[in-house]
């Protein structure tokens, strides 16, 4: 069973940057697709951005499009979210995530593996 844990978050002005990172236990990666989902206070979790197991296959949500970009090392074990030019609408738990489905799943509930996620605060 595949473990994952988040870090990189914190507090950051509109503007910023922040890069994220999930390394993965247990198992090996890059037998899976991953995401960062991320929820907001009252809203539902929603996919930000998701990786193909090699990499190459990227999807990014319209509102972080240009902003953010997901990548992975597999040979590290590990999946990353740079996240540029942060709004206040960014804020958000921050969660990665790994699932079984043969494309990118867009919905939580495609993902098998997740990670307790990481608080993402943008201040104006």
């Known amino acids: 069973q595949v473990q994952l844990v988040e870090s990189g978050g914190g507090l950051v002005q509109a503007g910023g940057s922040l890069r994220l990172s999930c390394a993965a236990s247990?198992?090996?990666?890059?037998?899976?697709?991953v995401g960062w989902f991320r929820q907001a206070p009252g809203k539902e979790r929603e996919l930000v951005a998701g990786c193909s197991r090699s990499g190459r296959v990227t999807h990014h949500a319209d509102s972080v499009k240009g902003r953010f970009t997901i990548s992975r090392d597999n040979a590290k074990n590990t999946v990353y979210l740079q996240m540029d030019s942060l709004k206040p609408e960014d804020t958000a738990v921050y969660f990665c995530a790994a699932g079984s489905t043969s494309t990118i799943g867009r919905v939580y509930d495609e993902y098998d593996y997740w990670g307790q996620g990481t608080q993402v605060t943008v201040s104006s």
């Open positions: 247990g198992g090996t990666l890059n037998t899976y697709v």
